[in-house]
Every structure is written in C-alpha cells, then in structure tokens.
C-alpha cells in the first residue's frame, strides 16, 4: 500500500500561487491516479484535480479550471499541483488521495491511500 506525504502549503497573499506536492512511498506508484482534494473550513472535502496513472490524462473542477495545474513525475513518484491566482476561496487543507481505478473528469475512483494534508491560506 501506497503511504502519501502532501507539502508546500503556506500562507499566500490573493493572486499568489503555491505548488504543492503529494510524495509517495512503497509499491506501485506508477500504477496509480492520484487525485486532489481541498477540505474549506467548516466545510466538506471536496475533489479539485485528478491526474491518470500515466499523466497523460487529467482533469478539473470548475472552481480551479484554468488556475491549476497538476502534474506527476513517476521517477520521483511525486505528484505536483501548481495553484496560480489564489483567493481566499481557496483557503483550506488540501489532500493528495491514490487509486488503481483512475479519475472520472476530476475524481479520483476509489481511492486506497490518502496523505495527511497540507494547509493553504490565503487572506481576504
């Protein structure tokens, strides 16, 4: 089983940008999609980006359509999301989540790990 380590949160002023990654360990990284999940205070997790097992496939969320990026480099069995225009909307804990099953749009399907999250703030 997959054990998945988030980082790069941090308090960023709106219109900044952040990067955060998703570091995994143990077998068969490269086998699966990693999604991206963002927890706002006082309110449900929810998915924002989910990238194949390949990268060759990618998708999401409307909130984040166009503002971030995700990305995977399986040779560092890393997972990256570059989140760019930041508001205070997206303030919250953001989750890294691995599957076998691969993403629906910007969901991960099942996911059998999950990372401890990392928190981003942005100032209103």
């Known amino acids: 089983q997959l054990h998945l380590v988030e980082s790069g949160g941090g308090l960023v002023q709106p219109g900044g940008s952040l990067r955060l990654s998703c570091a995994a360990s143990g077998v068969g990284f490269d086998y699966h999609a990693v999604g991206w999940y963002h927890q706002a205070p006082g309110k449900e997790r929810e998915g924002v980006s989910c990238?194949?097992?390949?990268?060759?496939?990618?998708g999401y969320s409307d909130s984040v359509e166009g503002r971030f990026t995700i990305s995977r480099d399986n040779s560092k069995n890393t997972v990256y999301l570059q989140m760019n225009r930041l508001t205070a909307e997206d303030t919250g804990v953001y989750f890294c989540a691995a599957g076998v099953y691969g993403c629906a749009e910007y969901l991960l399907v099942g996911a059998d790990a999950w990372g401890q999250g990392t928190q981003v703030t942005v100032p209103s």
């Open positions: 990238i194949s097992d390949s990268g060759d496939l990618s």
